[in-house]
């Protein structure tokens, strides 16, 4: 993120689930082989699920970040800016 936008966004009230990179348990690519910034997104993962890579395990983490989220109890948007 940008300076200062996470102070704006808590200044907010909003509730901010960062995600923690993670080399994937079993890569696709051999170190060596990565060319491209596809091949390396296909080889990280999301802590703590390193045998699913990120376009499946982002899933996960909020499904787990909004059971965790106690004062999570009205309307709830999902903001994903990788994509």
Same mark, same amino acid.
């Given at each position: 993120m940008k300076p200062g936008v996470e102070e704006y966004l808590v200044s907010r009230n909003v509730t901010l689930a960062k995600?923690?990179?993670?080399? +994937?348990?079993? @890569?696709i690519f051999a170190a060596h082989e990565v060319k491209s910034n596809k091949q390396k997104e296909a080889?990280? +993962?999301?802590? @703590?699920?390193?045998?699913?890579?990120?376009?499946?395990?982002r899933y996960a983490f909020l499904r787990d970040a909004l059971e965790r989220c106690q004062q999570c109890q009205g309307p709830i948007l999902i903001?994903?800016?990788?994509?």
């Open positions: 995600l923690k990179f993670v080399e +994937c348990n079993d @890569p080889n990280t +993962c999301i802590h @703590p699920y390193p045998n699913i890579k990120i376009r499946w395990s903001v994903d800016a990788r994509d």
